[in-house]
């Protein structure tokens, strides 16, 4: 299984939407331990989408982890803006001060 790496901006969208957070989390998961899931690359920008319910994950991968910088309703997460170019920090996963 990735490990996944959720960005303080995802938490607090869990936190936000606590009656769907644990559906989410299940998809999340199961797309780490399977790569099974509705996912589908980013237009426009790189990175990659997981479908749960009404809600979307945004996420990035390589070999070993998932990084999610937001996770947020269908009809305003692509209005958010490149997650890269804000400098999002990560609230787990980092090591001496490095950010992903």
């Known amino acids: 299984m990735k490990a996944i790496v959720y960005a303080t901006r995802a938490q607090a969208a869990l936190a936000k939407h606590r009656s769907a957070a644990k559906a989410i989390l299940a998809?999340?998961?199961?797309?780490?331990?399977?790569g099974a899931g509705d996912v589908k690359p980013l237009v426009g920008r790189s990175g990659k989408r997981l479908r749960a319910g009404d809600f979307r994950v945004l996420f990035t991968e390589d070999e070993t982890s998932i990084r999610v910088p937001d996770i947020g309703h269908r009809a305003g997460i692509y209005e958010r803006g490149n997650h890269e170019a804000y400098g999002i920090r990560y609230a787990l996963g980092r090591r001496n001060g490095d950010h992903f």
């Open 27 to 34: 998809k999340i998961e199961r797309y780490a331990k399977t």
